[in-house]
Nanobody, 125 residues
Framework: QVQLVESGGGLVQAGGSLRLSCAASERTFSWFTMGWFRQAPGKERGFVAAISRNGGNTYYTDSVKGRFTISRDNAKNTVYLQMNSLKPEDTAVYYC??????????????????WGQGTQVTVSS
């Protein structure tokens, strides 16, 4: 059973930065595209960013482009989300997820079959 464990969330003022980490328990981590999603209170979980197996391709939702950076270290089985210039609307629980082999869209929740437990990010105004 694959385990994904997020860390790095917290409370930060608007304009500040946080770096989230997601450590995977599996040795085959480098085989899989990884993604970050977030869910704000009363809203559906939505796509934030994804990164290809070797890190050569990255994908972002429009609202975080230029502010967030996804990266990975396959030697450490870890994916990161560097979040800069944070805004109150970035407040949410952030989840990392492993994309299923052969699934199509990087942006759809249904393409991901393993999820972490989430880490809370709160941005104060």
């Amino acid at each position: 059973q694959v385990q994904l464990v997020e860390s790095g969330g917290g409370l930060v003022q608007a304009g500040g930065s946080l770096r989230l980490s997601c450590a995977a328990s599996e040795r085959t981590f480098s085989w899989f595209t990884m993604g970050w999603f977030r869910q704000a209170p009363g809203k559906e979980r939505g796509f934030v960013a994804a990164i290809s197996r070797n890190g050569g391709n990255t994908y972002y939702t429009d609202s975080v482009k230029g502010r967030f950076t996804i990266s990975r270290d396959n030697a450490k089985n870890t994916v990161y989300l560097q979040m800069n210039s944070l805004k109150p609307e970035d407040t949410a629980v952030y989840y990392c997820a492993r994309k299923e082999l052969g699934s199509n869209s990087h942006y759809n929740l249904s393409s991901y079959n393993y999820w972490g437990q989430g880490t809370q990010v709160t941005v104060s105004s």
